[in-house]
């Protein structure tokens, strides 16, 4: 059954149980957003600090001093030009003399200035996360960003398993309670291992609603309704902040996020809000439950004046998917391994997802001294990914998702080289311009990376294809807070790598198949008959028809894992005793024909 051809999902039947199905996708995704961007309130740049002043190290006629006074008797100044107080340093005082003679660590703790925005209280302020214990700053963004990447693959695996419908309210409910976990941690060893549970939990949430969303669309309307999605996480971004000048504390705003996150809970637990995915279910071999849910979809959304066409035709289809009911057939990522396009594809989009997330640490550090105030690179980061949404919108639906990503990554690359070559020569304006134009693309790469990954991926894995590519993408985040554990040391190395790697892959793009206007693939077999087609194709031919004429799938495959035994001779067909050219060969004659005459006219020439 072609679930695409049917009425339930197609836009002329737009009804009122397809729009709640809608809203439904989008708006979970606000409050997913609160989640997984808060980690850059909680755990922001420390603020001015110094070491809280120890009477009893001074010497007793210093003891009774207070104010600036005593700090000026315990603390060591910066050295010129910048004369601040000493960040991580006592002075230390051998004698009853009152001169020092050095200086040794702080001994009861640090004070903290009043940051300009953001939290007051921080992890970092109530567990003094500064000095010798900076790294662990990092340490917690990055077993945070090791969370999104198990999330993504082992809830990926859950999806395609037990459902989108259950690994969403499964995930959920687990992050509810991990996020309440969170905000009561008592240690920071206990709130690192909650967190990097807490991420896995977010993101496989987000992995299940996004796959499920996806197979609720025809093909018309797939990219329009993953981009208003994501729309609605960067609502949840910009509105991050916020909450946060309204809470004060991280605790508070913990707590107030997953509050937010056990109301999506208690209305999206029902069936009725966010179904099953009933194209999972035929392709898994689950026709009973598959034609309940196509029943309710189709039974809302069928107009009246094509109820008795369009009611009697679905229901004889749906009728015929109960028949001869058998156990449900599930399948492994590991079966890609036997195909020979399936895992090529999934290889180079999981490469363009890692770095169009991997460079962007170059770009924001570029652009880090033109945004001094707090508020500011989260609005632009979130506006930015807003406009890549729109951008998408009109370029994939005009040149195609292969074409629009391979201009994203030349964009990409272009910026990423003129900034490695010429960025101490260009003035301001051009380098937040290159920076701005690089943040964009890369954004937009990213996410057209994991949409062009969903739609050519078949149902029977789709869940965990996409949870590797979504991996891949949160392992490139990873370099961030790596380089800040190497006082970006190793900054240049990091842009050299990742622009050649943007090189590299507009050459791999061209290997993908245009997935434009098609149907979703149901197994392996149908996401193996994908092959790549022209770059931009006529407006002639129909988006169905993939194949170069002069290279014709002469090797069609029978099983995803084996070939036809030649690639080369094209098998002739009879049909009731007379032969019958295959397709296209009278324009593979014309060809050589033609390059048979010309290089008789340029032999010709020369004999002359």
């Not at 809830?155 to 995930?171: E, I, N, Y």
């Amino acid at each position: 059954m072609d679930l695409d051809a049917r009425g339930v999902f197609a836009g002329r039947t737009w009804g009122r149980q397809l729009r709640l199905v809608a809203a439904a996708s989008w708006l979970p995704n606000a409050a997913l957003a609160l989640a997984l961007s808060s980690e850059v309130l909680l755990f922001p740049a420390p603020p001015a600090h110094h070491c809280r002043p120890d009477p009893a190290l001074l010497p007793p006629e210093l003891r009774s001093l207070a104010g600036p006074a005593l700090l000026n008797a315990s603390l060591p100044r910066l050295p010129p030009p910048a004369r601040d107080w000493s960040p991580c340093l006592l002075l230390r005082y051998p004698g009853p003399g009152p001169e020092p003679n050095g200086t040794r660590p702080c001994t009861r703790g640090w004070d903290f200035a009043r940051p300009a925005a953001g939290l007051l209280r921080t992890p970092i302020t109530q567990w003094n996360l500064v000095c010798g214990d900076r790294w662990k700053v990092p340490l917690e963004h990055m077993s945070y960003f090791l969370g999104w990447l198990l999330g993504c693959m082992t809830l990926g695996s859950a999806c395609d398993r037990f459902g989108r419908q259950a690994t969403f309210v499964t995930s959920l409910a687990l992050a509810t309670v991990l996020g309440s976990g969170v905000a009561l941690a008592i240690s920071y060893p206990m709130l690192l291992s909650l967190r990097l549970l807490y991420g896995a939990t977010l993101a496989g949430a987000f992995l299940s609603l996004y796959v499920a969303r996806l197979e609720l669309c025809d093909p018309e309307h797939r990219l329009l309704f993953s981009m208003v999605a994501g729309l609605f996480f960067d609502a949840g971004t910009i509105l991050l902040p916020g909450l946060a000048a309204v809470c004060q504390d991280w605790r508070l705003l913990q707590g107030l996020v997953t509050l937010i996150l056990g109301l999506v809970l208690f209305f999206w637990g029902f069936l009725s809000m966010f179904p099953e995915s009933p194209r999972w279910l035929v392709a898994t071999q689950q026709p009973g439950r598959a034609k309940e849910i196509l029943w309710q979809l189709a039974g809302a959304n069928l107009k009246c004046e094509d109820s008795t066409s369009e009611s009697a035709t679905l229901a004889a289809e749906l009728d015929g998917l109960s028949e001869g009911e058998a156990l449900p057939q599930y399948h492994s990522i590991l079966e890609v391994f036997s195909t020979q396009l399936v895992w090529r594809n999934i290889l180079i989009l999981a490469f363009t997802t890692l770095l169009g997330n991997g460079i962007r640490y170059d770009f924001t550090q570029n652009l880090a001294p033109s945004l001094p105030h707090f508020y500011l690179p989260c609005f632009l980061l979130a506006g930015l990914e807003a406009a890549a949404s729109f951008l998408l919108i009109l370029m994939a639906l005009c040149c195609g998702r292969r074409a629009s990503l391979l201009l994203w990554t030349v964009l990409t690359s272009l910026a990423s080289l003129l900034l490695l070559s010429l960025a101490q020569y260009l003035p301001v304006w051009m380098v937040v311009f290159l920076s701005g134009l690089g943040l964009l693309a890369s954004q937009a790469m990213s996410v057209l990376s994991v949409f062009f990954a969903s739609e050519i991926l078949p149902t029977t894995i789709r869940g965990a294809g996409l949870g590797l590519i979504m991996a891949a993408g949160f392992l490139g985040q990873v370099a961030t807070p790596i380089m800040s554990m190497s006082n970006t040391r190793s900054f240049f190395l990091h842009h050299v790598v990742f622009a050649s790697f943007a090189v590299l892959s507009m050459l791999c793009i061209l290997l993908l198949p245009e997935s434009q206007a098609r149907n979703l693939p149901e197994s392996l077999e149908d996401a193996e008959s994908r092959w790549s087609s022209p770059l931009f194709m006529p407006h002639w031919r129909h988006p169905q028809d993939q194949h170069v004429p002069l290279l014709l799938p002469s090797c069609k495959q029978t099983h995803y894992g084996q070939q036809q035994s030649s690639c080369l001779a094209v098998p002739s067909q009879r049909t009731g005793g007379q032969w019958h050219p295959p397709a296209g060969a009278h324009l593979a004659r014309e060809f050589q024909v033609t390059q048979e005459s010309r290089y008789a006219g340029t032999m010709g020439g020369h004999l002359q």
